[in-house]
């Protein structure tokens, strides 16, 4: 294994994976806000009391983002899980009472939000809630909050028919412009993925795969594929993924990233582009209408 590889792989595994443990995110760490009435609720945020507990829950550790973070993170995924429905008006005052934070963090909160197309600030009209039709659904951020809510299984499918376009194209560049370090750490990245196979480490190959695919995305001399890396980056984070030979952990897995590495090496782009096709393509054990290649719909 090379230097590059076993360092990567031993970073891969810390000992603590970020993610909070058993009812870490039941309770909010947040600052106390001057003045917060603890005891009553704001009466806008009725019907959401039990829903505020449950997405805290599913919060993947906050990913130590701080007071800020943690409410862009909870607010975020309350208005992707429908919890607090389109036109909702957002009081910035009952914000900072439930979840005991200052006037600045709900302002910088709701500012983030609003970037990401989930609510609107007008004169005279408030904070909004904005429809799905507005929503930067390219986010990173928006496309692990979907992965916990009522719209799971049609992002599954548009992250598939997503990826199904646009990284066989990626790995078909790649080929036509790798460089030798850039292959070096693919090859680093399936060997630390083969490893990790053998050791039953979910977390390091998932780490490992993550960075081939961005890898791909960003060799390619396409600078618009290489701002997708997040998203495909996020489609492999997500709980829920879609299971393919790319988010299993099996030699078939491994086998077809190796295939891509030699593709692009050689300078094959018709072979690498069908290799990372054959990644892409639906376990054979599961049905083509539940993850993998795309099925083609009706209209």
Not at 35 to 64: F, L, M, Q, T, Y
Not at 228 to 251: F, K, Q, W
Request: proline fraction near 5%.
């Amino acid at each position: 294994m090379s230097t590059l590889a076993h360092t990567t792989m031993t970073a891969a595994r810390p000992a603590d994976s970020g993610l909070a443990g058993s009812g870490e995110l039941d309770r909010y760490s947040y600052a106390e806000a001057p003045g917060a009435d603890r005891g009553s609720a704001p009466s806008s945020w009725d019907g959401a009391e039990a829903e505020i507990g449950r997405v805290g829950r599913r919060a993947a550790g906050n990913r130590g983002r701080g007071l800020h973070g943690q409410l862009v993170q909870q607010l975020g995924q309350m208005i992707v899980s429908g919890d607090l429905g389109a036109d909702r008006p957002l009081v910035p005052e009952e914000i900072g009472q439930r979840f005991e934070v200052s006037r600045t963090v709900v302002r910088e909160s709701l500012r983030v939000l609003e970037a990401k197309g989930l609510v609107s600030a007008r004169p005279n009209v408030g904070t909004r809630v904005r429809p799905v039709s507005d929503w930067n659904l390219l986010d990173p951020d928006i496309i692990e909050w979907r992965a916990f809510g009522p719209q799971r299984d049609g992002q599954r499918r548009e992250l598939c028919e997503l990826r199904w376009t646009i990284e066989p194209l990626a790995a078909r560049l790649a080929a036509g412009h790798g460089r030798e370090e850039v292959q070096q750490r693919l090859g680093d990245m399936v060997e630390i993925m083969g490893h990790a196979l053998a050791q039953g480490d979910a977390l390091t190959f998932s780490r490992a795969d993550a960075e081939f695919h961005a890898l791909l995305l960003q060799i390619g001399g396409n600078r618009m594929l290489e701002h997708l890396a997040g998203i495909v980056a996020a489609a492999l984070h997500v709980s829920g993924a879609p299971v393919s030979g790319c988010d299993r952990l099996t030699e078939a897995g491994v086998a077809h990233h190796r295939r891509i590495v030699e593709a692009v090496g050689e300078g094959d782009a018709a072979a690498a582009e069908a290799a990372m096709r054959q990644l892409l393509t639906v376990h054979p054990d599961l049905d083509h209408a539940e993850v993998g290649v795309p099925a083609p719909r009706e209209h």
